[in-house]
């Protein structure tokens, strides 16, 4: 039994009219329509989808983008249900590297229901997937119970990844990636290098001294102490063919 939440910006935009009614018309004719929800700004989404749950959904298929997303991620990773995707407008970056494509083209992907089962980070509590960026990195990192401990003595860029081009989301590990730029030589002939150095782990703390921004799928989190784990295996997720990991 599907359920499809529309998100805000989709509804009464003229702009997705006709392709939201196509989109309808291929569910129908492929026998996987479903309950229309709609999100609403005094509505909670995730006691919405909690409600569908206790009337027999097994899949909720978000109509939106990566922020609408990560509006229902924890309800239903943490109730172990299906997650599909239908990406409409910008910014569906996880659409992509999960093989789906936008618009009306989706609907044949959730048909074929290809289920991968994928890992899910955790930062203080909240959970992504793609991962977590820290740009002009300079607190201190533990990784693994304090087993690797790294201060950067420059300007770095933190990246914290599960999902991305070049990283599995089914290993059961996150990876940090510190790009940094090192003084090389001295004087009138010094020169600045790239160097990029990888961590894989499982827990990783971030403290600072001062309030850092950091972007966990996007979207900006603040503070000084960061705790980042993964919970392995927990998203049950529809992909496509051209998904970017086997």
């Not at 997650?83 to 996880?94: Q, R, S």
């Not at 048909?111 to 899910?120: H, L, N, P, T, Y």
């Not at 002939?189 to 921004?213: C, G, M, W, Y």
Request: charged share 30%; aromatic share 6%.
């Amino acid at each position: 039994m599907y359920c499809y939440l529309y998100d805000e910006f989709i509804q009464g935009n003229k702009r997705y009219e006709r392709e939201l009614l196509d989109i309808e018309n291929r569910l129908t004719d492929l026998g996987i329509a479903g309950k229309i929800s709609r999100l609403a700004l005094f509505r909670n989404a995730e006691e919405m989808i909690r409600d569908e749950i206790d009337r027999g959904v097994k899949t909720v298929v978000v109509l939106g983008n990566d922020d609408t997303i990560r509006k229902v991620l924890d309800v239903i990773s943490e109730s172990k249900i299906v997650l599909g995707l239908i990406p409409i407008g910008p910014k569906n970056e996880l659409a992509r590297l999960l093989g789906i494509p936008n618009g009306v083209e989706a609907c044949d992907v959730l048909s074929a229901r290809r289920i991968e089962q994928i890992d899910v980070g955790t930062i203080n509590g909240r959970k992504f997937i793609t991962g977590v960026r820290v740009p002009d990195f300079r607190a201190e990192l533990m990784c693994n119970d304090g087993k690797y401990r790294v201060v950067p003595t420059s300007r770095a860029d933190l990246e914290i990844q599960n999902l991305a081009d070049v990283c599995n989301p089914c290993d059961g590990m996150l990876s940090a990636n510190i790009h940094s730029s090192v003084r090389k030589g001295w004087g009138p002939f010094a020169r600045h290098e790239q160097t990029n150095s990888v961590l894989p782990f499982q827990f990783l703390a971030i403290r600072s001294d001062k309030p850092i921004s950091l972007y966990a799928d996007g979207e900006e989190m603040q503070g000084t102490r960061f705790d980042i784990g993964i919970e392995a295996m927990i998203l049950k997720v529809i992909t496509g063919k051209s998904r970017v990991f086997i």
